[in-house]
Antibody, heavy 121, light 111 residues
Framework: QVQLVQSGAEVKKPGASVKVSCKAS????????IHWVRQAPGQGLEWMGW????????NYVQEFQGRVTMTRDTSISTAYMELNRLTSDDTAVYYC??????????????WGQGTLVTVSS | QSVLTQPPSASGTPGQRVTISCSGS????????VNWYQQLPGTAPKLLIY???HRPSGVPDRFSGSKSGTSASLAISGLQSEDEADYYC????????????FGGGTKLTVL
């Protein structure tokens, strides 16, 4: 069965970086884009961007341009999201999600369990 | 604030039918399909409805979706206590080089 398993919770100081991993299993890793979505405490969902595991190509939302880097290691079916220059506003649960779709629609059909990143001095 | 607009809360009694609205614009709901996600307390979001009105396998037919113009709706009939959760609508937005956008979420309470 399809599974996305993320790395554990992190506590970081302001100005530091964090790298979250998302290990895929149960399907062909290179066949589906991986997206990253975050959720601040008590808030809604915010899309950050995607990575194409096949080519390594990425697309980041404007708000995170220059601060986020999404990479992958196809040998271990794992995607990564690194966020730099952290502030307290980056405290959130970070989710990876698999995109599945056709020419007419796309959907996030499987999600990781989430990784809590806490930024505190 | 969120690009898509949802009511912050909704409620109903067991067995009742409730609807949750999602309002957008021509660059998102008006030109792309809508997905709905259910987030139970303390868990990751789960796909509930995709492409406006399609249910993934395993989702009960009590859940249905619709779209008209720049708005969409999620309907839950035969409300059950386990439906108490946060619900989010989502669509691709063609503006600003393209991005996925979400509603602010609707907390459904089963009274």
């Amino acid at each position: 069965q399809v599974q996305l398993v993320q790395s554990g919770a992190e506590v970081k100081k302001p100005g530091a970086s964090v790298k979250v991993s998302c290990k895929a299993s149960g399907y062909s890793f290179t066949g589906y884009y991986i997206h990253w979505v975050r959720q601040a405490p008590g808030q809604g969902l915010e899309w950050m961007g995607w990575i194409n595991p096949n080519s390594g190509g990425t697309n980041y939302v404007q708000e995170f341009q220059g601060r986020v880097t999404m990479t992958r290691d196809t040998s271990i079916s794992t995607a990564y999201m690194e966020l730099n220059r952290l502030t307290s506003d980056d405290t959130a649960v970070y989710y990876c999600a698999r995109e599945q779709g056709s020419a007419n629609y796309y959907k996030f059909d499987y999600w990781g369990q989430g990784t809590l990143v806490t930024v505190s001095s | 604030q969120s690009v898509l607009t949802q009511p912050p809360s909704a409620s109903g009694t067991p067995g009742q039918r409730v609807t949750i609205s999602c309002s957008g614009s021509s660059s998102n709901i008006g030109s792309n399909t809508v997905n709905w996600y259910q987030q139970l307390p303390g868990t990751a979001p789960k796909l509930l409805i995709y492409s406006n009105n399609h249910r993934p396998s395993g989702v009960p037919d009590r859940f249905s979706g619709s779209k008209s113009g720049t708005s969409a709706s999620l309907a839950i009939s035969g409300l059950q206590s386990e439906d108490e959760a946060d619900y989010y609508c989502s669509a691709w937005d063609d503006s600003r080089n393209g991005r996925w956008v979400f509603g602010g979420g609707t907390k459904l309470t089963v009274l």
